[in-house]
C-alpha cells in the first residue's frame, strides 16, 4: 500500500498570502495524484487532478505541482472561504490511498 | 445536475449487517465507475470499494475485502454495499463517489459525491 504523508498538520495564513500544503507519497505514484477540499459538514471536493489539472469551476488560484513522490498544492491569495481541510489521493496502484488531510486555517 | 444520494445507514450491532444503496441521477450512471469512500467521525478519508461499468472489475480495501460487497444495478441508476460481519470500527460516514472520466479504465479520482450516510457499529 502507498502512504500518504501530508504536511503541515494546520496551516496558518493571512488573507491575501500563499498557502502551501505538501503531500509525500511511500513510492513513486507519477502523475496521478488528485486534491481534494472539504469543509465541515460537506462532502468532498476535487479541485485538482492528475497533479496540476484543475477541476470544473475551481479557481485559478488554487494550482497543484510535483511528480513521483512530492507533491504541492499550492492556494494564492488566500481567502476566507479557502478555510478548510485538504486532502491528496494517489491512484497510481491499488489501494486507492488518502493523505491524513491539512487544516488552512485563516488568521 | 448530478446528483448522488445515499441511503440504508443507521445504527447496528457489532456482527450486523446493512445493505446501503445511492441512487445516481443527471448523469448516465452506466458509463461511470463508482465508488464507496468513508470517514470515520473527526478522522480523515478512507477508500473503501470501486466497481466498474459492467461490474467488469472490483476492486476492495483490505480493512473490508471478504466482509463487503459492492454492486450495481445500472437498470436502476443504483450503486449498493452490502455489509456484513460489522464491527465498532467500520463506524463512518459512508459517501458514494463517481469517477470523473467514462473510460473503460478511467483514472479514479472523484469528482462528485454524495452527502454521505452515517453507519453506527455499536452494542
Known amino acids: 500500500e502507498i502512504v500518504m504523508t501530508q504536511s503541515p498538520g494546520t496551516l496558518s495564513v493571512s488573507p491575501g498570502e500563499r498557502a502551501t500544503l505538501s503531500c509525500r507519497a511511500s513510492?513513486?505514484?507519477?502523475?496521478?495524484l488528485a486534491w481534494y477540499q472539504q469543509k465541515p459538514g460537506q462532502p468532498p471536493r476535487l479541485l485538482i487532478y492528475?497533479?496540476?489539472t484543475r477541476a470544473t469551476d475551481i479557481p485559478a488560484r488554487f494550482s497543484g505541482s510535483g511528480s513521483g513522490t512530492e507533491f504541492t498544492l499550492t492556494i494564492n491569495s488566500l481567502q476566507s472561504e479557502d478555510s478548510a481541510l485538504y486532502y491528496c489521493q494517489q491512484y497510481n496502484n491499488w489501494p486507492l490511498t488518502f493523505g491524513g488531510g491539512t487544516k488552512v486555517e485563516i488568521k | 445536475e448530478v446528483q448522488l444520494v445515499e441511503s440504508g445507514g443507521g445504527l447496528v450491532k457489532p456482527g450486523g449487517s446493512l445493505r446501503l444503496s445511492c441512487a445516481a441521477s443527471g448523469f448516465t450512471f452506466s458509463s461511470y465507475s463508482m465508488n464507496w469512500v468513508r470517514q470515520a467521525p473527526g478522522k480523515g478519508l478512507e477508500w473503501v470499494a470501486s466497481?466498474?461499468?459492467?461490474?467488469?472489475?472490483?476492486y476492495y480495501a483490505d480493512s473490508v475485502k471478504g466482509r463487503f460487497t459492492i454492486s450495481r444495478d445500472d437498470a436502476k441508476n443504483s450503486l449498493y454495499l452490502q455489509m456484513n460481519s460489522l464491527r465498532v470500527e467500520d463506524t463512518a460516514l459512508f459517501y458514494c463517489?463517481?469517477?470523473?472520466?467514462?473510460?473503460?479504465?478511467?483514472?479514479?479520482?472523484?469528482?462528485?459525491w454524495g452527502q454521505g450516510i452515517l453507519v453506527t457499529v455499536s452494542s
Open positions: 513510492r513513486t505514484v507519477s502523475n496521478n
Open positions: 466497481i466498474g461499468t459492467s461490474s467488469s472489475y472490483i
Open positions: 492528475d497533479t496540476s
Open positions: 463517489a463517481r469517477v470523473r472520466e467514462t473510460r473503460q479504465y478511467p483514472s479514479f479520482h472523484f469528482d462528485y
